[in-house]
């Protein structure tokens, strides 16, 4: 089903899923990858609740307003209210450690395709402007404003420490499907 949107084909696995079972409600558990907002709302409009990561391209308004009077600490949850949805950040040290290392991996690897040692593909922070490389100091200070930040958008009217546990046990089934 080559190019075809996920609820043209999750919709219906999913019904004939809660048929099957004679489930009377179904909650969607998905990675970032796997829907996208207007996919979010089809769900939605379906019946359907759900649980989805969310992906964080830049630092979340509510987490920047938090951040002026307050540092984050481990754990910390910082919730956003949307118009069908809330979003809930969890901010993490151990994941904001492993962030932090990876970026450290990614400057290391950027700053040797600017020595000329390796080659420039997939270079998270190498900007080539001109035939000149350089470091992209913008990107990298993004990067590490979100290390250890993860969201997760539900419809559910459940606790937010509920809808991070939930997410987490999608990594329990996730290995089963390769």
């Known amino acids: 089903m080559k190019g075809t949107s996920e609820t043209k084909t999750i ?13 009377k409600k179904v909650t969607v558990v998905a990675d970032a990858a796997m829907l996208s907002t ?7 409009k379906a ?20 951040r002026k009077t307050t540092a984050l600490q481990d754990q910390q949850i910082v919730v956003s209210e949307q118009k069908n949805y809330r979003i809930v950040y ?8 492993l962030d932090m290392r990876n970026i450290e991996k990614q400057i290391a690897k950027a700053e040797k395709a ?3 040692q390796i080659k420039t593909n997939r270079t998270k922070f190498l900007t080539i402007a001109a035939d000149k490389k350089y470091l992209n100091l913008e990107l990298i200070e993004k990067a590490r404003a979100l290390a250890g930040i993860k969201g997760y958008v539900t419809n559910l009217d459940i606790p ?3 809808v991070i546990a939930c997410y987490h046990q999608l990594f329990k089934w996730k290995p089963a499907f390769g």
């Open 11 to 23: 919709l219906p696995v999913i019904q004939a899923f809660q048929a099957e079972h004679n489930l």
């Open 38 to 44: 207007s996919n979010l709302d089809e769900l939605t």
């Open 90 to 97: 969890q901010y993490r040290e151990k994941r904001a450690a």
């Open 114 to 116: 600017i020595a000329g």
């Open 160 to 162: 937010d420490e509920e």
């Open 47 to 66: 019946g359907y609740t759900c649980i989805v990561g969310s992906r964080l391209s830049k630092v979340p308004y509510e987490i920047a307003e938090f």
